[in-house]
């Protein structure tokens, strides 16, 4: 399939900005030292994996 090689890139491009964007997020998130904010994130991330998953992580 000839065209298979260029959405494999594509996606691991935007994989990749994922990744970039959800490290910059923690690190704020630990720069904040603030239970409600994990609390916050963490439950934010549990329905985003469910959602994508259909179960928890």
Known sequence: ??????IVTAV????????????EIMTEVVKTADTAVYR???EAERNLFRAGAGTDP
């Open 1 to 6: 399939m000839p065209w298979g090689k260029p």
């Open 40 to 42: 916050e994130f963490f």
């Open 12 to 23: 691991k491009a935007r994989l990749s900005r994922c990744v970039s964007l959800y490290d």
